[in-house]
RNA sequence: GGUGGGGUUCCCGAGUGGCCAAAGGGAACAGACUGUAAAUCUGUCGGCGUACGCCUUCGGAGGUUCAAAUCCUCCCCCCACCA
């Protein structure tokens, strides 16, 4: 007889384990391994985490990251990164991968991008050319990318669309995402797929499009369309709103979301998943996400402070150099104040989030989201 | 010694009678950044005043003019080439 052993979690299986209210701790199998929620996940959108290295991102515990397909699929292509072994294998990161579909550049490039039924066509910001995508050619890249979390096609609608547009928007988002379940069968190649709930900022929509993407069956939801120009009051209001509809046996991801307050306001309401650049982005132009509040590491008050970045953290950058060295370095537009300074601010954000864990666990998640407002706040 | 070219606001540098407190860049000082066209962008940057404005400033001193960073005289300093 052979000897027991415990079940495999399935690819896709998602456990969860403890609640505090509304907050969620639990386990998300994927086929690079389990992800311990509620997570946050570095964007890493050209196949690199700007400015770290997978060992970089091992050290601070990163447990998934993101890569963009528009981008991957103009540069360097995602049929040569297929003939590569996959992204995982092209960048030599083991662990797992979300990749999201290109939505965000229906937002974020409006100005040279069209948008059919049939899907959409931007104009390369690279060289002008023209590319389409359907929503079964974001599905296909994301195929050749081999990411473990596809996500739908979708239009991420701007703040102050009118509810006329963000309705039809969001229906045909709707059938964008059943064109990608169709095309991206549940289980296929061990991808899961996530779908995308729109509406902008009228809540009936945003039940509307969680109660048609119910009809299909993904392996997760994703709230998408927010932190897109609104106030964080209506961003909240609708985040509150809807994340609590949301299937309980399913992950949930708050798209390109947010600050270290913000997640947290995310995970109260029962959120899983996380990205956003902005610890990445902030880390290179200066801003510092600490236990003291946010730094920003250029101002001449740093000069001579020999003190660590943040006392309270253990990365590398907290353990071995002051704050003068910090400034010292961005001032002179080193190169290793970029690695140093997102190092530290991932490892902050990843730290939030194994909080939040821990807290969800010894069910005292509000005392830590107050700790992190008192910190936040004050400096708002 | 000769000839030519220069000295401009913290630095580089434009400006050759009024539209000049003086372009542009840098530095400095602050701010922004939320599914990354971002190692990016924005603001301030002689002093005082909320503002119309007033005062000080373009190597130094003096002069011409209603008006000078800009024209004239003398002086000081720098650079290039030739002796």
């Known amino acids: ?66 890569g963009n397909t528009y981008h991957l699929y103009l540069r360097p292509g995602d049929e040569l990164i297929k003939r590569r072994g996959g992204l995982h294998q092209f960048m030599r990161w083991e662990k797992p991968i979300l990749t999201d579909s290109g939505g965000f550049q229906v937002f974020s490039l409006k100005d040279i991008r069209k948008i059919s039924e049939q899907g959409v066509e931007f104009r390369s910001y690279l060289d002008g050319s023209k590319h389409f ?36 928007s969001l229906e045909r988002t709707t059938r964008w995402a059943a064109r990608c379940r169709e095309f991206h069968p549940k289980g296929h190649n061990s991808q899961l797929l996530f779908g995308i709930i729109q509406g ?27 932190s897109v120009g609104e106030s964080t009051a209506e961003m909240y209001d609708i985040l509150h709103h809807i994340a609590p509809l949301m299937p309980k046996d399913k992950p949930r991801y708050l798209m390109g979301v947010g600050t270290p307050l913000d997640i947290l306001e995310g995970i109260e309401a029962g959120v899983d998943m996380f990205d956003c650049v902005l ?33 309270n953290c253990s990365c590398y950058t907290c353990r071995n150099f002051s704050k003068a060295y910090l400034r010292h370095l961005y001032t002179a537009g080193e190169i290793l104040s970029y690695r140093l300074n997102t190092l530290h601010n991932l490892a902050f954000f990843l730290d939030t989030v194994a909080k939040a864990r821990k807290a969800i666990k010894e069910q005292n998640f509000s005392q830590l989201k107050a700790s992190y407002q008192d910190i936040f706040k004050a400096r708002a």
């Open 279 to 311: 610890p990445t982005r902030n880390a290179r132009n200066g801003t510092l996400f600490t236990s003291q509040g946010k730094i920003n590491i250029k101002r001449a008050e740093f000069r001579e402070d020999d003190s660590p970045l943040d006392p």
């Open 133 to 168: 995508f359907s929503p079964e050619k974001a599905v296909e890249i994301q195929q050749n990318l081999g990411s473990d979390i596809i996500m739908v096609l979708d239009e991420c609608v701007g703040y102050g669309a009118d509810k006329d547009y963000t309705q039809k």
């Open 200 to 226: 902008g900022f009228f809540k009936d929509l945003r039940e509307l499009s969680l109660a048609q993407l119910q009809e299909i069956d993904f392996d997760g939801l994703a709230i998408g369309g927010l």
């Open 1 to 66: 007889m052979p000897k027991f052993s415990p079940p495999i979690s399935q690819v896709g299986e998602f456990v969860v384990h403890s609640t505090d209210g509304l907050a969620r701790q639990g386990t998300l199998s994927t086929a690079h391994g389990d992800i311990q929620t509620p997570i946050f996940m570095p964007v890493g959108t050209q196949g690199s985490v700007k400015a770290l290295s997978p060992h970089d991102l091992e050290e601070i515990n990163t447990q998934i990251i993101l």
